[in-house]
């Protein structure tokens, strides 16, 4: 369903990507783990058609986004949800005209009531009844990765893709955003494409887990597999014992890894 | 050099940005119910300043006429003088920098923070075209706002000028109102508003332009609304030169 196939990415002199492939399993949560700075957004950007590699293919329900026009990307989008870093919400509407937004645009046969009636069904499930006409402003940073998860399943997309679901958030709320992803998971039948730093919320989610490093795709394992891995880098990353080398000429330098 | 070539490449980028909004535009249309908003934030909120300001250059041009004419013994000329500077050219350059500071810099400004934090991708994510989407209702809105205001601004500083001339100045109202009437004619009215158009096209473009190529950060928001005004404002006021030519050249 979605394929990276040898997809490579530089800006300028900077290699962000080298030569990744990766499938993705339908109706899975795969996580893209790895530090700050190794293409995890960028891969992300690159399955909804935002960036365009410099080499190879990225399959998207069979349409390659790399070279696809833009009325190709904008049918295959309309498949895709997905939640941004800090919501990427719309400040100047409110919770419930961010959520229809989609729908406005893309089922103009939904009558408002209707449209109403669904975005409080995802405002519910994302545990925030009641908030319909209540401002973005207003918001928490948990709060307002919520609304964006719900603006992200308001049209009950095939894929959802997640950036950084737990980043800037305390642990509880962090928890609360993990149980969600489970949760809509088996309710839903969705495939989750997830990318973090916080490990220990990966494993819980995730049954598929990718490490990226320094721009290279270092293991592809069901989760299971890939916490028994005895690779220096995953190692490190599992105990959370987060100094590593920064830039990617540096890895390999590192042991078992060439 | 380097200077230099930066240049030509924002006007290279500027160009290809421009092609891609006309694009955008043919295939997805501006967004129903949203142009209207638009107009309104442009048009009626930029109103009350711009009353003020072409006010206060229609009394300086009346005193400045007066200086200038009266050791000719040619006072009663400040009508005619006040009608060819203010209707031809200081009402459609003040209108245009008036709302290139107030509705250019929030253009890009708007436009520059969804795009850091991320909003500009969540439309294209979403598959709404931004440039349709954020663009289109803010040239149609200038399009429409900025020739009303042009007219507006040459009836308060024709009308600033004669309370002036008349009142303070002790000329003759009926001169004054007679000079004027000689010197423009209603297709004035109509050039002035096609400026207006050309300049609210070239505002819209370029703050919108800077908005969408806004850098990281707060810092980039500041700067890009920076560029935005002063580009703006500096290529209409030279611009204004050559569409006075084309326009009056003949005529003068």
Redesign the interface.
Known sequence: MIELRNVSKSFGENTILRDISLAIPAGQTTAIIGPSGTGKSVTLKHIVGLLRPDSGQVLCFGTDMASAPEADLYKVRRRFGMLFQDGALFDSMSVGANISFPLVHHAPEMTEAQRREKVEEKLALVGLPGIYDRPTSSLSGGQRKRVGLARAIVTEPEVVLFDEPNSGLDPITSDAIDALISEMKEALGITFIVISHDIVGTINVADHIAMLYGGNLIAFKPTKEFVQLDHPIIRKFLGRNLILPEGPNDVARLPGLE | MKAVSQALAGIGQYGFWVRDFCRAVV?HGPPKGQTLNEAFRIGIKSLPILLIISGFVGTNLALQGYNAFKPLGGQRLVGMFVSLAGVRELAPIIAAAMIAAKAGTEMASQIG??KI???V??L??????PLAYLVAPRMIGIMLMLPALTIIAIFVMLSAAYTVSVYQLGLAGHEFIQFAQESIEPIDFLYGAIKAMIFGLIICTISCFFGFNCGKGPEGVGQATNRAVVTSSVLCIILNYFLSELLYGGAL
């Open positions: 295939i923070v969804m934090r991320e909003q991708d969540a294209e994510v979403m598959a709404v075209n």
